[in-house]
């Protein structure tokens, strides 16, 4: 696996070695193994990211897959494609996984819709200036509601694109559609035929929708709570035990790599020398 971490990443020696020795490392002190943990380096590498943005963010990308029970390549790749359409650093990673990992606990949505709806609207969401913390304390709304994630993402980008069109803000939007006698047809006035229900459930629930806000806004350290949560017991301690025998398994294999090299180098020349006899 790390192999094909190297060739897709382009990794030179010392940022190869970088990327195995974080692989190893946090395999050893997660419920993560070094393979699962090189599965992940490797989708992140395909997305573009470099051996430094891979170390800073690999971490909080297997808190978030633990926390919530997500498959860690699906995880990998919501965070990254999250980042780039939110122009946010690797760094901040774990905000976002932070985000969502409450997100996930708080509401109807989970991490299946997030990554299905996140990313048909996230860039058009950053576009208008909406913060990625707003926008998911919509989508919380609107789960809860029980809008399917595909048709969320199409909703709230017809909104947002409906609203820069038409020179509103958000909140002006809110409030024009509560004040009216014809909620339908304000909103469909607004957003038109396809995201008006969006548009009347977002208004209908202004305050819901800030306090999923409020509690994003305080959700630092959720994901790696909830992920010590997940660890406990006697399932993580298992699951513990596999990821430090599989480091150790790797640690024994990388000892004997010379010595077998040397082994086949000998069978490889007493080979030609046989193959030579007349």
């Known amino acids: 696996a790390m192999l094909k971490v190297k060739a897709v990443s382009g990794a030179t020696g010392s940022e190869f070695e970088s990327l195995k020795d974080k692989a190893k490392a946090l395999g050893s002190s997660t419920m993560f193994t070094a393979s699962e943990v090189a599965g992940l380096q490797l989708e992140?590498?395909?997305?573009?990211?470099?051996?430094?943005?891979i170390n800073t963010s690999t971490e909080s990308i297997l808190q978030l897959s633990q926390a919530t029970g997500h498959d860690l390549a699906q995880s990998g790749e919501i965070v990254a494609s999250t980042l780039n359409s939110f122009s946010m650093e690797t760094t901040e990673a774990t905000?976002?996984?932070?985000?969502?990992?409450?997100?996930?606990s708080s509401a109807a949505i989970d991490?299946?819709?997030?990554?299905?709806?996140?990313?048909?609207?996230g860039s058009t969401a950053a576009a208008v200036g909406i913060p990625l913390e707003e926008?998911?304390?919509q989508m919380m709304v609107l789960a809860d509601r029980g809008m399917e994630a595909s048709t969320m993402g199409t909703h709230l980008r017809k909104i947002?694109?409906?609203?820069?069109?038409?020179g509103i803000s958000y909140e002006d939007a809110m409030a024009k559609i509560n004040a009216s006698t014809n909620k339908v047809k304000t909103?469909?006035?607004l957003f038109g035929k396809r995201a008006f229900a969006a548009g009347l459930i977002l208004a209908k629930n202004t305050d819901q929708t800030k306090k999923y806000r409020e509690e994003i806004d305080a959700a630092g350290g959720t994901s790696k709570e909830m992920a010590e949560i997940m660890d406990s017991g006697v399932g993580g301690a298992l699951r513990r035990l596999?990821?430090?025998?599989?480091?150790?398994?790797?640690?024994?294999?990388?000892s004997l790599i010379p010595i077998f090299?040397?082994?086949?180098?000998?069978?490889?020349?007493l080979l030609g020398w046989w193959s030579g006899l007349d």
């Open 261 to 269: 090299s040397k082994l086949l180098t000998g069978v490889k020349d």
């Open 95 to 104: 905000k976002v996984a932070d985000i969502f990992a409450l997100a996930s």
């Open 111 to 121: 991490m299946e819709k997030l990554s299905v709806a996140m990313p048909t609207v």
């Open 242 to 254: 596999k990821s430090q025998a599989e480091g150790v398994a790797i640690e024994l294999g990388e």
């Open 135 to 137: 926008l998911t304390a």
């Open 44 to 53: 992140l590498a395909k997305l573009g990211f470099t051996t430094d943005q």
């Open 160 to 166: 947002f694109v409906e609203l820069a069109t038409k």
């Open 187 to 189: 909103a469909t006035d």
